[in-house]
């Protein structure tokens, strides 16, 4: 195993190259197919990613917490930045930033349930969208990113960072 050390330099010269990379291209790099270059490991990810822990949900004027769209995309948005992107990944994408094969869930205890939407995180089915044909990467290799903000204070309090594969090892999922 990586110490912690050499784990943040490799992840931050990844994260220098996406954020110039990114300043570059016209397009949102965050949308654009991975590359092999700059794709996080897990470990890279989880390094990048932890100072989001105690990280408030966003509310409106009255302190409610703001509805499922607008704090799923608050939150792709604040770990995007993490990882060197300079413009939000596109709302309702699979993966959310799929330069990095990465679904980002944020998960506010309204219901117990944690919706993994279209696709079942264990599937063995290649992810079937343009930007894959080449990779053909499949569902179980999509690397998850769950922050967990109970009621009644809405902070993240936990990070979950597994591969589709490791969550049907981890948490029931229903077929």
């Known amino acids: 195993m990586k110490s912690r050390q050499t784990l943040l330099a490799t992840a931050t010269k990844k994260k220098k190259l996406i954020y110039q990379t990114d300043l570059e291209d016209a397009n949102s790099l965050a949308n654009q ?3 092999k270059e700059t794709l996080f490991t897990l470990e890279e990810l989880a390094i990048l990613t932890e100072n989001l ?3 408030d949900a966003p509310t409106d004027a009255n302190g409610r917490i703001l509805e499922v769209r607008p704090k799923g995309h ?4 604040e770990v995007a930045k993490r990882l060197g992107y300079n413009y939000p990944p596109g709302g ?3 993966p ?3 330069h990095q094969a990465l679904e980002i869930k ?3 205890g309204k219901s117990i349930t944690v919706d993994f939407g279209r696709y079942h995180p264990g599937s063995d089915d290649v992810v079937n969208e343009t930007w894959n044909r080449q990779l053909q990467i499949k569902v179980k290799e999509i690397r998850y990113l769950i922050a967990l903000a109970p009621p ?3 902070k ?3 990070l979950i960072l597994l591969t589709g594969a490791q969550i049907i090892n981890v948490f029931g999922v229903s077929p």
Not at 74 to 77: M, T
Request: hydrophobic share 55%; net charge negative.
């Open 96 to 98: 959310d930033i799929r």
């Open 106 to 108: 944020h998960h506010t």
């Open 53 to 55: 822990m105690l990280i």
């Open 33 to 35: 197919a991975p590359s």
């Open 156 to 158: 993240v309090v936990t």
């Open 152 to 154: 009644p204070a809405f």
């Open 74 to 77: 608050w939150f792709e948005f």
């Open 92 to 94: 309702g994408l699979f």
